[in-house]
Nanobody
Framework: QVQLVESGGGLVQPGGSMRLSCSAS????????MAWYRQAPGNERELVAE???????NYADSVLARFTISRDVAANTMTLQMNNLKPEDTAVYYC???????????WGQGTQVTVSS
């Protein structure tokens, strides 16, 4: 029904920057909320940042002031600009799209981000 494709992961040195993108396709009228989650080995999946179709954004405390989420609501795309990356940001990053409030939403396949010197 809805497909999400992430891109932009890879290896970056501590202090560096990286930009992730997510594109949604399928039977979509409007996406209520899009979000980035991440999961490091041995950890649970956690919310990184989310944004509603109205532009309201929410960030995890660990990424506040370093990461910026943005959306193109009409194009069903989302980006995550990550600056001043730290080794603890290493994880698989997943795109999530919720079409209607209260639903769990759809997931992308994930993209690996590795922060290492």
């Amino acid at each position: 029904q809805v497909q999400l494709v992430e891109s932009g992961g890879g290896l970056v040195q501590p202090g560096g920057s990286m930009r992730l993108s997510c594109s949604a396709s399928g039977k979509i009228y409007i996406i209520y909320k899009m979000a980035w989650y991440r999961q490091a080995p041995g950890n649970e999946r956690e919310l990184v940042a989310e944004m509603t179709s109205g532009g309201a954004a929410n960030y995890a405390d660990s990424v506040l002031a370093r990461f910026t989420i943005s959306r193109d609501v009409a194009a069903n795309t989302m980006t995550l600009q990550m600056n001043n990356l730290k080794p603890e940001d290493t994880a698989v990053y997943y795109c999530n799209a919720v079409l209607f409030h209260g639903e769990p939403g759809y997931w992308g396949q994930g993209t690996q981000v590795t922060v290492s010197s």
